[in-house]
């Protein structure tokens, strides 16, 4: 066998050290331990919220303007995932048209999904409004989407309020049904997207919605149902 060529193991070399450079970076949040439950209120009351990072790295992926605050923030204890969200907004649209979380969807609200790898199939997501109404989807990717699947009973707590500054949602996750799902291995991390659709009446009257997210996706269209959407969640003692 003949001795494999130096020269080509440089240009080799150059060439995985160029493709690692040129790979994006997963957007982390930390997500730090606590040794209690969260009180559940809709208020983001409970003094251990203060422990928690505070995420404000939202955006308009689809627009140049700059996006209302939105503030995320998350803890996890044994059994459990926590978390906050604080929207400010000062003019809160919710449909009520009596069809419970379906409404959710026109409505302002907050969104986390949940993947397990890029094959998102399956990936489940929660729309969240400022009522503490949820949909709960199961879905496979590209858009294939059960509107009538419901997480785990008992697994999911869910609470919301308002104020004239805007609204929280507020909620707690159960490992077990992470687990259950597949999207949580007991390896710390989880593949999440955390979204906001924002509901504003433009000058002629006309409700549009202004999507907002923590990571930009890969798509030049509003879309959120794709790989490249999702963070990183990373659980640390």
């Given at each position: 066998m003949k001795?494999?060529?130096?020269?080509?193991?440089?240009?080799?070399?150059?060439?995985?050290?160029?493709m690692a450079c040129n790979t994006p970076t997963l957007k982390t949040y930390t997500v730090k331990k606590i040794d209690r439950s969260i009180e559940i209120t809709g208020k983001g009351t409970d003094p251990y919220w203060?422990?928690?990072?505070?995420?404000?790295?939202?955006?308009?992926?689809?627009r140049e303007e700059t996006?209302?605050?939105?503030?995320?923030?998350?803890?996890?204890?044994?059994?459990?995932?926590?978390?906050l969200y604080r929207a400010t907004d000062p003019d809160i649209i919710l449909k009520?048209?009596?069809?419970?979380?379906r409404?959710?969807?026109?409505?302002?609200?907050?969104?986390?999904?949940?993947?397990?790898d890029d094959k998102m199939d399956p990936y489940y997501a929660l729309e969240m409004d400022a009522l503490g109404r949820v949909l709960d989807t199961e879905g496979r990717f590209h858009r294939n989407i059960d509107y009538d699947w419901n997480w785990p009973k008992g697994q999911l707590v869910l609470e919301a309020t308002r104020d004239e500054e805007g609204y929280f949602v507020e909620g707690?996750?159960?490992?077990?049904?992470?687990?259950?799902?597949?999207m949580y291995k007991d390896d710390q991390l989880l593949k999440a997207g955390l979204y906001r659709g924002e509901y504003v009446t433009d000058d002629n009257g006309d409700i549009v919605t202004k999507w907002i997210s923590w990571v930009m996706p890969d798509s030049e269209t509003?879309?959120?149902?794709?790989?490249?959407?999702?963070?990183?969640?990373?659980?640390?003692?």
């Open positions: 001795p494999t060529n130096p020269f080509f193991l440089a240009i080799l070399g150059t060439i995985f050290i160029s203060d422990k928690a990072d505070n995420l404000l790295d939202f955006s308009y992926p689809w996006a209302p605050q939105t503030s995320f923030r998350a803890l996890w204890s044994d059994t459990h995932l926590y978390f009520e048209r009596g069809m419970g979380e409404d959710a969807v026109e409505s302002d609200r907050v969104e986390i999904f949940f993947k397990a707690s996750i159960s490992f077990a049904s992470l687990r259950q799902l597949g509003p879309d959120f149902h794709i790989p490249s959407s999702f963070g990183l969640l990373k659980l640390v003692e």
